[in-house]
């Protein structure tokens, strides 16, 4: 065993590990989850119908050959609205099953690395299989550096100074309650633009923070794209988007 390897440590038999993996940049990765990613008996990933899974991308170099893995495909992301009921039965019908096949893993002695983009805690995938087998099994989250971090470090964007407060909203709110939002905040990352970039775009227009508002696509990743939202006038953006809106405080 490496140095590295002693001080990442390795996976114990029957344990889910939650594995933060960053926003996108391999590198990023934090010694623990480059570890777990390893050495766990089983990768297992979340995926959209038809694609690889981003997650499961990043950590590409770092997986060797004849692993175990588990795919978790998505019957829907981003086709259905959210709040529709079609979108909540389907997905919690998926989440009753990814667990149920989880629970045969650990049940037999597996450990399991459960992939999450940037932290397992923030907006993840992970948490609801978190919140089914924490209770019943060991469970370790290994924090990772969200996206909106490695985006606002790429834009060299510094997001807040002193004492200014920061609000995280998703894309997916109503445009009235975005303005409302953005106009009671210093600083503003808003989350799942996609499709939603034109709202968005009016929203922080109509709070009055478009000349001080960045765009960022698929940060830190192949593809990456960074530019003043007042320049993305077409009404949806890519599914890993964000706007920034960095705070303007203590600067001494």
């Known amino acids: 065993m490496t140095s590295l390897d002693a001080i990442a440590g390795s996976a114990a038999p029957g344990t889910l590990y939650g594995i933060g993996v960053g926003p996108g940049d391999v ?8 570890g777990l990613v390893r050495t766990v008996d089983v990768v297992a990933f979340f995926a959209k119908r038809g694609r690889q899974g981003n997650a499961r991308g990043i950590v590409t170099p770092l997986m060797g050959t004849a692993r175990q893995e588990l795919r978790l495909e998505y019957p829907v992301t981003d086709e259905i609205p959210a709040e529709h009921p079609d979108y909540q039965s389907q997905m919690i019908r998926f989440y009753r099953e ?3 096949s989880l629970t045969a893993l650990l049940e037999s002695g597996k450990s ?7 932290d397992p805690f923030f907006y993840g995938s992970f948490m609801h299989m978190w919140r089914r087998l924490a209770e019943t099994f060991p469970v370790e989250v290994v924090p990772g550096v969200t996206g909106m971090s490695g985006c606002w470090t ?6 807040t100074w002193g004492d200014d407060t920061l609000a995280v909203l998703p894309g997916t709110l109503a445009e009235d309650q ?4 953005l106009r009671n905040t210093d600083a503003a990352v808003v989350m799942k633009v996609g499709r939603h970039l034109g709202k968005v775009r009016r929203a922080v227009e109509a709070a009055g923070l478009l000349s001080r508002a960045v765009y960022v696509e698929r940060g830190t ?5 960074i530019a003043p939202l007042a320049e993305c006038g077409e009404p949806a953006g890519a599914y890993f988007a964000m ?3 960095a705070g303007q405080g203590r600067q001494l």
């Open 27 to 34: 590198r990023y990765l934090t010694l623990r989850a480059a």
């Open 98 to 100: 990814a667990s149920a």
């Open 112 to 118: 399991i690395g459960l992939l999450a983009e940037g």
């Open 154 to 159: 790429r834009a060299n964007l510094p997001i």
């Open 178 to 181: 975005l303005v409302e939002r």
């Open 221 to 225: 990743m192949p593809g990456e794209r």
């Open 243 to 245: 706007v920034l809106i």
